[in-house]
């Protein structure tokens, strides 16, 4: 008897084909909602493997159900979404997709950077919606990026890779890690600071640390407060991480300049949110990974791990 996987959401063909070669296979197959939750723990309750997506929420009431899942296959990076100790202690293999989205997910956040500091999203609306009469020397005028002091939280593999993009700016740059990293200090000139000064002393603080009970409201409103006038915040790494009343009053306060945002405290967050009104916000769908190259990677690479995993073979990148 074939292994029987479930998929929360549809995959190109390719992959499709490949899973079916092996495994009985079942797919959520509503492009614009997940599933919802009674189907998921049905389905989970019968299957070997699960192949899944950031949004699904597959707690511990969930993996409580699966009887014989073997492995959970997160096609995603970060892995907040999952109970992992609740998986551990049922000996269900869960995995990842790291390294293969580091440098898009990069190229990404600095992309945000560069929208936010220098106004590219509001200065397009300004001229299509007809608001630019004239050229004026101080119309639109936004932050440099050029030279500017780059704080980056979380160095890990994307916050390495957003380093790299921040030289050829001639940026400076500094970090705040729960663990100091001497070796990339020496390898990348970058210096390590506490986090306090850190949000003091930078043009811009990027987050890139995942999201657990330790970084959830890590940026509330006391660093808001510690941070410049002057400075942008981005944040490509998981909503949670920056409480959102806090960023409200601290944009609309004036407590700092701009937010590049493509991670909320709620997925899809709601156009009618206050933060979606102001001008200083630039906001993402969640697409840190999003290319076609990329994403096919990551597919792969899930794929690879679910069919491993239920054949009950190591996996190629596993959490626990
Ligand atoms: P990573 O290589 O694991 O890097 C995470 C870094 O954060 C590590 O250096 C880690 O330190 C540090 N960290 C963890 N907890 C911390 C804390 N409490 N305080 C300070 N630093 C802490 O992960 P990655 O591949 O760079 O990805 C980072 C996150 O980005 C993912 O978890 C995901 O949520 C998010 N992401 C978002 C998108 C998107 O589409 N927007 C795409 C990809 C990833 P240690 O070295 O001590 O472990
Ligand atoms: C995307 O957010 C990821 O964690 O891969």
Not at 109 to 123: G, H
Not at 130 to 152: C, E, H, M, N, R
Not at 214 to 229: F, W
Not at 244 to 256: C, R, S
Request: charged content about 25%.
């Amino acid at each position: 008897m074939k292994p029987k996987v479930y998929i929360t959401r549809k995959i190109p063909d390719d992959f499709m084909a490949k899973i079916k070669s092996e495994c009985d296979v079942k797919v959520w197959s509503e492009e614009d909602i997940p599933v919802p939750r009674d189907i998921l723990e049905a389905e989970v309750a019968e299957v070997d493997g699960l192949l899944c997506f950031l949004t699904e929420d597959i707690d511990e009431s969930i993996i409580e159900k699966a009887s014989q899942l073997k492995v959970i296959s997160n096609m995603a990076v970060g892995y907040n979404n999952i109970d992992i100790e609740a998986a551990k202690n049922k000996r269900i293999t869960v995995t990842n997709t790291p390294g293969i989205l580091t440098d898009t997910t990069a190229d990404l956040t600095f992309a945000l950077l560069m929208a936010a500091s220098r106004r590219i999203i509001e200065s397009n609306e300004f001229l299509k919606m007809g608001k630019w009469k004239t050229w004026s020397p101080f119309q639109l005028t936004g932050q440099d990026v050029y030279g500017a002091t780059l704080g980056i939280i979380g160095m890990g593999r994307i916050g390495e890779a957003l380093i790299k993009r921040a030289k050829g700016f001639s940026m400076n740059c500094i970090y705040y890690n729960r663990t100091r990293k001497t070796h990339l200090e020496e390898e990348h000139d970058i210096k390590f600071e506490e986090l306090d000064h850190l949000l003091q002393i930078a043009d811009f603080v990027c987050i890139l640390t995942p999201y657990t009970p330790e970084t959830k409201n890590l940026i509330s409103e006391r660093e808001l407060k510690l941070m410049k006038s002057t400075s942008i915040l981005i944040n490509t790494a998981r909503g949670g991480i920056v409480n959102e009343d806090a960023l409200y009053k601290a944009l609309t306060n004036g407590e700092i300049w701009a937010a590049g945002l493509d991670v909320f405290e709620q997925e899809p967050i709601d156009n009618t949110h206050p933060l979606m009104a102001l001008p200083n916000v630039v906001a993402l769908p969640h697409i840190g990974s999003a290319t076609v190259k990329t994403r096919m990677k990551m597919a792969e690479l899930a794929v690879d791990n679910l069919l491993l995993g239920v054949k009950g073979l190591t996996p190629n990148s596993v959490i626990v």
